[in-house]
């Protein structure tokens, strides 16, 4: 069962940078695709970004896309997060797949990960 620790919230002001990281208990390059999600107070966990088992793939929701890039290494995922806003206030949690999916299918619905981290808090501020 793979564990993941999630490192790299806090406070920044809008307009700032701040880039999350996901520590896994074993390598997960090539066997889970990653993926990062986000829950602000009141409102359902929505996706924000996923990589594909081979790395070769990713997919980004759109109120992230131009802003957020994520990556992956050996047993490590991160996501570079750009030009916050306010509306970027969540907990963020990254997840590790299910392991049938192909080399280069990027999940994005929650019931595809199997695998959860605690979540790190990031508040944007004005």
């Known amino acids: 069962q793979v564990q993941l620790v999630e490192s790299g919230g806090g406070l920044v002001q809008a307009g700032g940078s701040l880039r999350l990281s996901c520590a896994a208990s074993e390598r997960t390059s090539s066997t889970y695709a990653m993926g990062w999600f986000r829950q602000a107070p009141g409102k359902e966990r929505e996706f924000v970004a996923a990589?594909?088992?081979?790395?070769?793939n990713t997919y980004y929701a759109d109120s992230v896309k131009g802003r957020f890039t994520i990556s992956r290494e050996t047993a490590t995922v991160y996501l570079q997060m750009n030009s916050l806003k306010l509306e970027d206030t969540a907990v963020y949690y990254c997840?590790?797949?299910?392991?049938?999916?192909?080399?280069?299918?990027?999940?994005?619905?929650?019931?595809?990960?199997?695998?959860w981290g605690q979540g790190t808090q990031v508040t944007v501020s004005s």
């Open positions: 990589i594909s088992r081979s790395g070769g």
């Open positions: 997840a590790a797949s299910r392991t049938y999916f192909s080399s280069s299918y990027v999940p994005w619905r929650t019931h595809e990960y199997a695998y």
